[in-house]
């Protein structure tokens, strides 16, 4: 593929069709998918993340992808970790040749790509944020002037940041400090998006779907493993809602309601944080939901150049 981009971005909204998008534009152009989702992650966890294996499969050929199913359930993954094992896939891809396609909905780990700012794995130290939580960001913003110099605003952007900068500082002060380096990313960055009554019915059409497809199976049988339901409700949306119901804190009712409201406000929180990335200079191509697929895949390349 002859382009001057490295990557090339599918993000949207849950319910919003980018996997389909992503798979028949990696069939297209040949080339591959790379997960940016928080939760599909984990083995086991299938219907409830909404791992639509059937969409990674175009005119017969299974498409080729990455970070689905690559840590064992129970297991707390984050953004760190996930970094890391982009990179390396990414690096494999690239060196290969190969312009890969990123797919997802989790805006802080399409961001800890993206923005390619070094994630550090410091621990957490309690008493030191007993401390600062008292003091005022105009305070802990001089504290943190004292230990580097500010390059990023993000670091002073509310206390919870300013904190955990401190944090990272200190911590550093004992220990020896990490450098990790990223590969430079050029990235075309695509959208997908429905108008918001026709997002809402997606959602809830879909919600009734994956029910009747045996999601709370799943969850009985994740139960079964030796999954608590404490580490089930960790991992939220379905998983807290159909838990609940299937240790009996929930009616049926009560859980498809609670949960369907929640799968909503999950939507708009994504869009949300979209939004938000096009005001801080991403430049977010916007598809409409409605167009045929394969008006789609063309806008994309003719984007690419």
């Known amino acids: 593929m002859s382009t001057k981009y490295s990557l090339i971005v599918i993000l949207g909204p849950t319910a919003s069709g980018k ?59 984050n953004v760190y970790e996930y970094q890391k094992d982009f990179f390396k896939v990414f690096n494999a891809l690239s060196q290969k040749g190969i312009v890969p396609v990123l797919c997802g909905g989790t805006g802080m780990y399409l961001e800890a790509v993206l923005e390619g700012y070094k994630l550090i794995q410091v621990p957490v130290n309690e008493e030191l944020r007993s401390q600062l939580e008292e003091k005022s960001l105009e305070e802990l913003t001089e504290i943190l002037k004292e230990l580097k110099q500010i390059h ?75 999954l608590t339901p404490e580490q089930l409700i960790y991992y939220g949306l379905e998983y807290k809602y159909l838990t609940l119901y299937c240790i009996g804190e929930l009616s049926y009712d009560a859980m498809f309601a609670q949960l369907n409201t929640a799968i909503h406000q999950f939507a708009k929180r994504q869009m949300t944080w979209f ?29 690419l150049g």
């Open 152 to 226: 990023a605003t993000s670091d002073t952007e509310n206390k919870k940041r300013a904190i955990r900068a401190i944090e990272i500082e200190k911590y550093y002060l004992n220990h020896e400090r990490e450098y990790v380096e990223y590969s430079e990313i050029n990235p075309l960055i695509v959208g997908v998006r429905y108008d918001r009554e026709t997002e809402r019915k997606r959602i809830t059409q879909r919600l009734e779907q994956r029910l009747n497809q045996g999601m709370i199976k799943e969850v009985e049988q994740l139960l079964a493993m030796g």
């Open 275 to 303: 939004r938000r990335m096009e005001r801080k200079g991403y430049n977010i191509h916007w598809l409409d939901g409605f167009m045929p697929m394969e008006e789609k895949i063309n806008k994309v390349k003719e984007w």
């Open 19 to 77: 996997t389909a998008v992503a798979a028949n534009l990696a069939f297209d152009l040949n080339t591959e998918i790379i997960s940016a989702d928080s939760r599909q992650v984990y083995k086991s966890l299938n219907l409830g993340t909404g791992k639509d294996y059937d969409d990674y499969i175009i005119n017969g050929k299974q498409i080729p992808y990455h970070m689905v199913d690559i840590v064992a359930p129970g297991t707390q993954y």
